[in-house]
């Protein structure tokens, strides 16, 4: 799998970025968004916004990123899931850039009503309406495409052998767990992290980081056989399996 070496470094990469700026992206503003004097507090803090849209934006484009990375090597294998796991996560992305321009659009009402200090009731009835959408887009309709992309590729690592197995079957375990809390969030409606949900996710992200390791370290396993049942070279190019003499002779003299 040497002409995949590239890839195993862009997957790696992007594994460790979308890890970092999907957790980061809660730190500038914190706790803004909590209590009644949200729109209050949000309006003034501005510059926290847009630092929050700026590691959304990263998250959704290294997200995306980590699929189409991956494409190349595992449509060997499985076309269809291969194909799957790229439009989920771009999906999520998405789904992220939404919740995303619902922060921007809720911080133009936040400034508005502390502008205009007027008709308070319709800026909170926006606000919080602005609000449910980011947090069911980002905590919730994101999160299923991600899970569902993230089952495809594991599934197709995990049949090829393309990293260890125990790697793979952890990222499989840690999805399936990840849909838990995904479904526990959206009848809770509680999509920070709260307890539950760190829990249940943690076995996906820290799987996400040792597989990242592993990449920029070792790459992807060698796998002699593609998607077609071929058996393939290391340069990923269909070999013609020598059979030896006897063998022919024999085969031409029952055939004759």
């Known amino acids: ?12 990469l992007l594994l460790i970025a979308c890890t970092a700026t999907s957790i980061l992206s809660a730190v500038p503003l914190g706790a803004t968004l909590d209590g009644s004097d949200y729109l209050d507090r949000l309006a003034v803090s501005d510059s926290r916004v847009i630092w929050t849209a700026l590691l959304e934006f990263a998250w959704a484009a290294t997200g995306a990123g980590i699929a189409i990375a991956l494409y190349p090597v595992i449509r060997r294998h499985n076309r269809a899931l291969a194909l799957g796991s790229v439009a989920g996560r771009v999906v999520e992305g998405v789904m992220v850039l939404i919740g995303t321009l619902g922060l921007l659009v809720l911080l133009t009402v936040s400034q508005d009503s502390l502008a ?17 959408v980011r947090d069911w887009t980002t905590g919730f309709v994101g999160m299923l495409p991600f899970l569902t992309a993230a089952l495809m590729y594991y599934f197709v690592l995990y049949r090829a052998r393309l990293v260890p197995r ?13 849909l838990v809390a995904t479904v526990y969030s959206g009848y809770t409606q509680d ?11 943690i076995p996906i992200a820290l799987q996400e980081m040792v597989l990242a390791v592993w990449l920029l370290a070792k790459g992807f396993n060698p796998s002699d056989v593609d998607a077609d049942g071929i058996r393939v ?4 190019r ?7 003499a006897s063998r022919r002779d024999k085969g031409a003299q029952l055939t004759g």
Do not use: C, E, K
């Open 116 to 132: 205009t200090g007027a008709d308070a009731a319709a800026f909170r009835a926006t606000g919080d309406a602005l609000l449910a």
């Open 238 to 244: 269909p070999t013609r399996q020598v059979v030896p």
């Open 191 to 201: 999509f920070g992290f709260s307890t539950v949900n760190t829990v249940l996710n």
């Open 233 to 236: 070279g290391d340069a990923g």
């Open 1 to 12: 799998m040497n002409r995949y070496r590239g890839n195993a470094i862009a997957v790696g």
């Open 166 to 178: 125990w790697l793979s079957g952890w990222g499989l375990a840690g999805a399936a767990l990840g």
